[in-house]
């Protein structure tokens, strides 16, 4: 009979904070910018040059291990990782190896089984890297240095995992827990949430754990799936051969749905961990901590709560637009301008939803700012536009951002408010359609909505219906 | 307590330090090693249980520094002392 | 050349006084640079039309009174280890043979700002790893008072530059002795101060718990007023310590009275040449006549300073030691296709055998298996050091001893034993592990003719203290001599 076996997975997440500048110097953090524009002498390595710790990154840090739970350590250090690598300009990581900044927390997550805890094992502070672009014409590499010291918190968990959806479920709490707080915006796409999986396998009932492997460059929800699926059946025939798991770092190719092992004789993985001469030890006092929990934005059951009160829109919308940061601050900003918490919501959910889901986007990339939508709102209020025109806005507005009234305006898009014109394109709709008259006339409402199709038609979309309805049957 | 460092711990250190040593400067390196590693054993004769190891010397804490963008556009030199420079980046050997 | 003997501060009130100018001034250490450098070798880089130019620029600032401190219009040279904006910056170093610094160590700025004229970089053991300056890329330099002898090191070229009036100061660097003990060998004045007390920031590092900038001079009086200019609270040194007091010169006072002075026994064991404990004896005994209560008393764990520290400097600098790689400045070795062999041959070939020895010794040490066994136990070594400091600080005011256990050696006599030459930073290196401060100064020749250094070692942030009695015996002392090879 088969063996049966049990997956057991452990993450660890980087997460860039948001913080303006980098963790050890003032250069900017912004995405983009052509190379090497957001270095200076301490985020390149330059000789001489010393790093100051940004307090804000500290800050960030400790309010992610508040919301997960963990101890705070009350007397941290940073340590120096010792490797050579040129997108590392130091080639030491200066990070947390014996003191990090949190440990022992938990999240919560929603399983199939009901609720599991998936515990933290710690969270650590450190300065992500530089890029390496690979240059096709000259076979070579070319580093550039903007993202690095761009400030990450590793977040470390317990092998507490079984199966890619509690992965999934665990990843999509973190990231929830960590947009609230505002500490960062979790992209998995840009690479501002990266998660690298630990996996090893076991029979069922066993122990012990298997020998582990570690896999990186997991830059999606699927990608992290598929090679949790991938690496999970390797494991597994390696056994079933009688051959036994190495524990290495892999890296996964998400293209071809394989992992391949990055090991070279090169790179020792003996870090040489020691603690950094160059920055003071953190103490981290009671008021600092009461400090970052009452600058603590609004937690997401504290936002439920608000909105039911606050708002009345049903708890279905609430669900749904309390799961996005990015979402609910729109849903906040553009009800203080229009005040039409419904409408809002339904832009949101309805719309909004589908478009993301067409585009496959995240709504943390969503480009339309609350004043267009709000003054979309208006225009649909005030019958200047009717909802189907209000609808193709919406996508335009959607992808570029634009202002409705100049689009509007600029289109000609406004709902014909003449009588006069539209009484007489009915007319004519009339008379080329005997057909349908004479079948309303017997009784088929149903003949009426062509009618006001083909009046919409000739108006080119721009009418009310309800008043296209009323002269209709007026003129009928 | 005579050290003696094989072949092997040399090659590994030259690994992590990106060091190659010719033939003669292995030997050489292996000795002083070796002398280097019995004399600092010589600290192994001072009880150090319960004593704190001191990475820093004086009680200074907390230095942090406001996030506030204070650099701007810098790249020029960035990249003026490059060995090799391409596109205003530094160019290395093919790294994958 | 009478105007070559002024120390900085007599030239300063000079300058201001219109007697002489900043340009006379550089002029003269040029011509003296001209006669005797070649003998010497104390710097690596020689900025003849920029100090000229400079001179020019702070000498119209001075006679418009936008500049009046101390030390305005005087030449000053830098050890090469610290980063000059504009120019050649090498740590000794064929790694750095080309590297122009994009900005200028604090202490440098701080000198500029006060209207210091810097003529070049000097000569120092390759990333400051050497007590003699022989380790030098660029050929050792020699001692002013005998040039068969070497200066010591690692500031040796700071120091022999002083000493030879090829600059009237030098800043140097002390990580476990570098600035005393040439200091000691040249017979001029150092200062290593109080960790922290000197902002690190473009100091290009060796050990970094250990580094300090701090002065090379002529007086004490040179050595307080320097302290003044180049101590700073800096925010971008993350262990610059902020300091109530930065007045150092207001410590100018001759008297001793009631201070308390411990000489370690341990200081004066195996080792110490007779002629050097004589001259320092005599030295106490100068302060002790002056009012000092001055005894000896036992200073636990003296030898194990050493063990401890070349297992932290080491450790730390094969780490900070990193970067030199080849791909974002200096040295890089040619054709190496491959990434880890171009790191390996830019390394191999850049360094010099006694810092790759240390960083072999550094990454060892920090490797896995051993992190515990050696570089842990250093540091609860470190730990033990300075309780075994500030139980002696309970009791003295100041600790006296010699720099070094005899003076300068012969070029060429150092560096085949490493042990035994790191057995010479004995009396020095403590002080750097706890983090302390103390003073170099002349106390007399030996029979060779050579200068034999005297050091005070303060507790933390006593520079005062240090200054108040380096003072006072230099008082007592009188003018020291001069090196023959610098008259005229």
């Not at chain 1, 992992?259 to 004789?265: D, E, F, H, L």
């Not at chain 3, 020699?142 to 040039?147: E, V, Y």
């Not at chain 3, 060892?364 to 070594?381: E, H, I, R």
Request: charged share 25%.
């Amino acid at each position: 009979m088969a063996k049966e076996y049990e997956t057991v997975i452990g993450l660890e997440v980087h997460v860039e904070l948001a913080s303006k500048t980098k963790i050890f110097c003032g250069c900017s953090t912004a995405f983009g910018g052509a190379p090497n524009t957001h270095t200076c002498p301490v985020c390149t390595g330059m000789p001489g040059s010393l790093p100051v710790l940004n307090k804000q990154v500290l800050e960030y840090a400790i309010a992610v291990g508040l919301a997960t739970n963990c101890d705070i350590t009350r007397y941290c250090k940073f340590d120096r990782k010792n490797y050579f690598y040129p997108d590392n300009p130091q080639n030491y990581q200066i990070s947390q190896l014996y003191l990090p900044i949190c440990r022992n927390g938990y999240v919560e997550i929603e399983t199939e089984n009901g609720k599991k805890q998936v515990g933290i094992h710690e969270i650590h502070m450190e300065e992500d890297a530089g890029k390496l672009i690979h240059d096709e014409w000259e076979d070579c590499s070319l580093v550039d240095y903007n993202r690095s010291g761009v400030p990450l918190i590793e977040i470390v968990s317990e092998p507490d995992m079984r199966c890619a959806d509690e992965v999934i479920a665990y990843l999509e709490k973190l990231r929830l827990i960590i947009q609230y707080l505002g500490a960062s915006d979790c992209k998995l796409n840009e690479g501002s949430m990266r998660a690298d999986v630990n996996l090893s396998v076991r029979e069922v009932g066993a122990k012990e754990f298997g020998t582990r492997t570690e896999m990186k460059n997991l830059n999606s929800f699927r990608a992290i799936a598929r090679a949790i699926e991938g690496e999970k059946a390797r494991q597994i025939e390696i056994l079933e051969e009688g051959g036994k798991v190495i524990q290495e770092t892999r890296r996964w190719d998400d293209a071809k749905e394989y992992s391949y092992a990055m090991r070279s004789k090169e790179d020792a993985q003996d870090y040489r961990y020691f603690p950094d001469p160059d920055l003071t030890p953190i103490v981290v006092s009671d008021e600092m901590i009461d400090e970052i929990k009452a600058k603590q934005p609004e937690f997401r059951s504290e936002k439920m709560e608000r909105y039911k009160e606050q708002y009345g829109i049903p708890e279905y919308d609430i669900e749904i637009i309390t799961g996005s940061k990015r979402m609910a601050d729109l849903f906040e900003e553009t009800t203080a301008i229009c005040n039409q918490p419904k409408k809002v919501s339904n832009w949101l959910m309805v719309e909004t939803q589908r478009l993301l889901k067409e585009e496959s986007m995240d709504p943390e990339d969503i480009r339309f700012s609350p004043e267009n939508l709000a003054k979309l709102i208006a225009l649909t209020d005030s019958k200047a536009i009717n909802s189907s025109v209000a609808k193709e806005v919406f996508e335009v507005m959607f992808h570029e951002n634009i202002d409705p009234d100049a689009y509007v305006e600029e289109k000609g898009l406004k709902t014909v408010n003449d009588e006069g014109a539209l009484r007489s394109t009915i007319e004519q709709v009339i008379a080329d359609n005997p057909k349908s008259v004479e079948d309303y006339h017997n009784g088929k409402e149903k003949a009426i909505g062509f009618l006001v199709g083909q009046t919409m038609k000739a108006m080119k979309g721009k009418a009310d219906p309800a008043m296209i309805n009323t002269i209709l049957k007026e003129l009928l | 307590m005579a050290n003696v460092i094989s072949d092997e711990t040399i090659e590994y250190v030259g690994i992590l330090a990106k060091l190659e040593l010719s033939g003669e400067e292995k030997e050489r390196a292996k000795k002083d090693m070796a002398d280097m590693l019995d004399y600092i054993d010589q600290l192994s004769e001072l009880d150090t249980t319960d004593v704190e190891p001191m990475s820093h010397i004086f009680p200074l804490h907390n230095v942090f520094r406001e996030d506030v963008v204070t650099n701007g556009d810098d790249s020029a030199n960035t990249v003026k002392n490059a060995p090799q420079e391409k596109d205003n980046m530094f160019r290395v050997p093919r790294t994958f | 050349m009478e105007l070559l003997n002024l120390t900085a501060v007599k030239l300063a009130e000079k300058i201001k006084a219109g007697e002489v100018s900043a340009v006379d001034a550089v002029q003269a250490v040029l011509a003296q640079i001209e006669k005797t450098e070649e003998t010497y070798n104390c710097y690596v880089t020689i900025d003849r039309e920029g100090a000229l130019a400079e001179a020019e620029r702070v000498q119209r600032e001075i006679e418009a009174g936008n500049l009046t401190g101390p030390l305005a219009g005087v030449p000053v040279a830098i050890k090469d280890n610290m980063c000059t904006q504009g120019m050649l910056t090498t740590c000794s170093s064929k790694i750095l043979g080309n590297f122009i610094p994009t900005f200028s160590s604090e202490a440098v700025v701080n000198l500029q700002k006060a209207g210091a004229i810097i003529i070049g970089k000097t000569n120092m053991d390759e990333f400051a790893m050497g007590s003699t300056t022989e380790t030098s890329a660029f050929g050792a330099t020699r001692n002013p008072w005998n040039d068969a002898h070497v200066p010591g090191g690692s500031s040796g070229g700071s120091a022999a530059a002083v000493a030879a009036n090829e600059c009237f100061y030098a800043l140097g660097s002390d990580t476990g002795g570098s600035i005393r003990q040439p200091a000691g060998y040249c017979g001029v004045v150092g200062m290593k101060p109080t960790y922290g007390t000197v902002s690190r920031y473009g100091l290009i590092a060796y050990g970094s718990s250990l580094d300090q900038i701090g002065p090379l001079c002529k007086d004490v009086t040179d050595c307080a007023t320097i302290m003044e200019v180049i101590a700073s609270h800096d925010t971008k040194d993350s262990t610059s310590m902020p300091r109530e007091d930065y007045n150092f010169t207001e410590a100018l006072v001759d008297d001793v009275r009631g201070m308390k002075i411990g000489i370690p026994r341990d200081y004066f064991g195996e080792g110490l040449d007779p002629e050097v404990a004589a001259a320092v004896k005599a030295a106490a005994k100068v302060l002790e006549e002056k009012g000092a209560i001055v005894e000896e008393f036992d200073l636990d764990l003296v030898g194990y300073a050493i063990p401890t520290y070349y297992t932290i400097a080491a450790a730390e600098a094969s780490s900070n030691l990193e970067r030199f790689d080849g791909v974002k400045y200096g040295y890089r070795a040619e054709d190496a296709d491959e990434l880890h062999r171009m790191y390996k041959r830019t390394r191999s070939e850049g360094f010099g055998p006694e810092v790759k020895r240390r960083i072999m010794l550094g990454s060892f040490v920090l490797s896995s298996g051993y992190y515990d066994a050696y570089y842990l136990k250093a540091l609860k070594v470190k730990a033990l050091i300075k309780k075994a400091f500030d139980e002696a600080f309970a009791k003295y005011d100041i600790i006296l001893g010699p720099v070094a256990p005899t003076t300068a050696p012969k070029l060429g006599e150092s560096l085949s034993d490493p042990i035994k030459m790191y057995l010479g930073d004995i009396y020095t290196i403590s002080v750097n592990l706890a983090g302390l401060p103390g003073i170099c100064l002349p106390c007399g020749l030996d029979e060779k003719g050579l200068p034999i250094g005297l050091q005070l070692i303060g507790d933390c942030f006593a520079e005062k203290k240090l200054i108040q009695a380096a003072y006072t015996y230099e008082m007592a002392r009188g003018a020291f001599e001069k090196p023959a090879g610098r008259e005229e």
